[in-house]
């Protein structure tokens, strides 16, 4: 079956995003980092581990009524460096973009340092340097190698 | 200098380095020619955790510099009591003073309040983080003794969590020191500062027993154990005694050994070790005045 066929399984969008390609099991940590919940009452379809020719299992994330920048979903190239993006005007793609591994990413990881001033009650982002094997603090120098979906910042 | 903030000792340079202890030198040879130098220049102390020697010797440093400081005194009578953040202590102090002095127990903080003031901010030690200006006078003290050229240093006690450690180990890359690291293995050198080492392409190694480097070390650089890294005081006795050094100690080490401490020192460097010729910990902490009259004296614009 093709990555067509797959994406049928949930319905298409007329106008928004689709995040394909994500590694098998992260759709829900991809919405998390991109402060998606639902609350904002556009429909929000995901699918997990479909079968995938080039990841062996993958997720897809379909965004209805929003189009992600591409500093958006730079972000996403922490946990899901393979995702692609669409954008969807009236059932068309419009644009296909890939994530780029972004320098720094502010705000999106709790840095697990419990002795970091980023952890305290500061007007303060956290704020990460992206290097090619992990992430480090700007603040506290913490570097995280392992398991980067586990320090998503909570909303 | 360059530098707006002293934040951490990976911002300075070979350079900067030598700026700022050839500055110091003039300095201490003739303390009298800077004493109007700042005499209109107010220095903001904010000191969020106990401190001795860095709070005194900034005080004194800006005091021969013809300035005053304006204390905030303890974190129990101050606004931070109640609930105030750093964020905007430090934009309150900034307005009253010309330069900001900042000791805060949480890594990071030292950067986070220089992102909200414009005067000069100098980071007197941030939690487990860095302490630059110990690591400027000890830079001092070591091109005073020991010079840096060919330098083989051992570095010993608590690396994990030691600030001044941090720092020092990362200035040393930049005149090429042999480093030796000596610690029991749970407070070895954290994953960050040990991948800075590499990256500046460090030459450094680890120990756990002082006796297999101590004869090829030109300085010994020791820091204190504290009890409470450790999950209970049996443990602690066991391991802070196996880091203890004294005379006899130093018998095995060569003739023109220097032995340095940050201070304060509770009993890893005996007391019969002060009347050795190694034992340059007093003078360490004396440089602390004329090592921070020149930082201040090159921020506040003295090299114009």
């Known amino acids: 079956m093709s990555d067509n066929d797959q994406q049928l399984r949930v319905s298409k969008i007329r106008n928004g995003t689709v995040i394909d390609h994500i590694a098998g099991g992260q759709a829900l940590n991809v919405l998390a980092i991109l402060g998606i919940d639902g609350t904002s009452g556009d429909s929000v379809s995901v699918a997990m581990n479909m079968p995938s020719d080039r990841l062996g299992h993958k997720d897809v994330v379909k965004v209805e009524g929003r189009e992600l920048s591409q500093d958006e979903v730079d972000v996403l190239s922490l946990i899901a460096p393979a995702a692609t993006i669409n954008i969807i005007r009236d059932y068309d793609v419009i644009e296909k973009r890939r994530v780029e591994r972004p320098a720094v990413v502010e705000g999106v990881l709790e840095c697990p340092n419990h002795n970091c001033i980023t952890t305290e009650d500061e007007p303060v982002a956290s704020r990460f340097a992206v290097g090619d094997d992990g992430v480090r603090c700007e603040y506290c120098d913490t570097i995280i190698r392992d398991n980067l979906p586990a320090h998503i910042l909570a909303e | ?304």
Do not use: C, W
């Open chain 2, 1 to 304: 200098m360059r530098h707006d903030h002293i934040i951490s000792a990976k911002q300075l340079s070979r350079g900067d380095i030598e700026t700022v202890l050839d500055h110091a030198a003039d300095i201490a040879a003739d303390p009298g020619a800077f004493a109007d130098r700042h005499s209109d220049t107010l220095l903001g102390m904010l000191f969020f955790e106990p401190s001795t020697r860095t709070k005194m010797s900034f005080t004194t440093a800006m005091k021969r510099l013809g300035g005053d400081i304006v204390d905030m005194g303890s974190v129990e009578s101050s606004s931070v009591k109640k609930g105030e953040s750093l964020a905007d202590t430090v934009r309150v102090v900034e307005g009253y003073t010309d330069a900001l002095v900042l000791r805060h127990p949480m890594e990071g903080s030292a950067k986070m309040a220089s992102e909200f003031v414009d005067v000069p901010l100098v980071n007197a030690g941030d939690g487990a983080g860095q302490h630059p200006t110990q690591t400027l006078l000890d830079l001092y003290t070591i091109r005073e003794n020991a010079g840096f050229d060919d330098l083989t240093i051992g570095i010993m006690g608590d690396l994990k969590y030691g600030r001044t450690v941090h720092s020092l180990a990362h200035a040393l890359t930049t005149v090429d020191a042999r480093q030796h690291f000596i610690s029991p293995e749970s407070l070895q050198l954290p994953r960050s500062v040990r991948y800075d080492l590499h990256e500046a392409g460090a030459g450094i190694r680890e120990h756990t027993e002082l006796d297999e480097v101590l004869p090829e070390l030109d300085v010994l650089y020791v820091t204190r154990i504290q009890a409470e890294r450790f999950p209970d005081e049996s443990e602690y006795r066991e391991v802070a005694g196996q880091y203890q050094i004294d005379a006899e100690t130093l018998e095995a080490a060569k003739d023109d050994l220097t032995v340095m401490h940050p201070l304060p020192r509770v009993d890893e460097i005996a007391h019969d070790v002060d009347e050795t010729t190694h034992a340059k910990y007093f003078q360490q902490a004396h440089n602390g005045v004329p090592v921070r009259m020149a930082l201040l004296d090159l921020m506040l614009g003295g090299d114009q």
